[in-house]
């Protein structure tokens, strides 16, 4: 338990992706994107996830096959890495600043994907990045990894950093939820007995 690694080709994208859950926060991210790979790069600090993401995919189209597959593959990663969650905390929220951004983020590994998705972000783009592949990003991402995940912005008008805001927060948040408690460690934290 704690490790995964992924390899997803499609006629889109080619995508390697490995992950570690207990990590010091070390990445190397290459998507093709520019703006994902520092929001993966901050993503993998702030969760102390060692991640390596190497994506090729048709982005002289536009980003979204390569932002939605990624999301897949991490969502997937998580799921393989997180076993059948024994010891888990399992629940993991967080209320973030980022300047004038306030960024509330809550998370279940509950066995259930499941997406409440509340950020009001107010440019179409931030650089060449389309800000809609955000939701699709998350969604791709809980409905893969089996999360519920519910993000809200309280406060900000910058784009950017409604983003980055919302990235480190997802990122806390599962870095409390996976945490393994010791005593606890044989458990799978449900009465249904499984996640």
Do not use: W
Not at 18 to 35: A, K, R, V
Not at 112 to 139: A, N, Q
Request: hydrophobic share 40%; with cysteine.
């Amino acid at each position: 338990m704690g490790n995964s690694e992924i390899t997803r080709k499609t006629g889109e994208t080619k995508i390697q992706l490995s992950l570690s859950l207990y990590g010091t926060g070390e990445s190397q991210i290459s998507t093709g994107c520019g703006f994902l790979d520092h929001m993966l790069t901050l993503f993998a600090k702030h969760g102390r996830f060692d991640l390596t993401v190497e994506c090729k995919g048709d982005t002289y189209v536009d980003d979204h096959h390569s932002v939605e597959d990624i999301g897949i593959c991490l969502g997937m990663a998580f799921a393989e890495a997180l076993g059948n969650g024994a010891g888990i905390t399992r629940y993991g929220h967080i209320i973030l600043p980022m300047d004038e951004a306030l960024i509330l983020a809550a998370v279940d590994i509950s066995g259930r994907g499941h997406l409440e998705y509340g950020l009001e972000i107010p440019t179409e783009k931030v650089g060449t990045f389309d800000t809609e592949l955000v939701e699709e990003f998350l969604i791709a991402f809980t409905r893969k990894s089996n999360m519920t995940l519910h993000i809200q912005q309280m406060a900000g008008k910058n784009s950017h950093h409604i983003i980055e805001g919302a990235f480190k927060a997802i990122a806390r948040c599962l870095n409390m939820a996976v945490m393994i408690q010791e005593a606890y460690r044989d458990e799978i934290p449900s009465t249904k007995g499984v996640l």
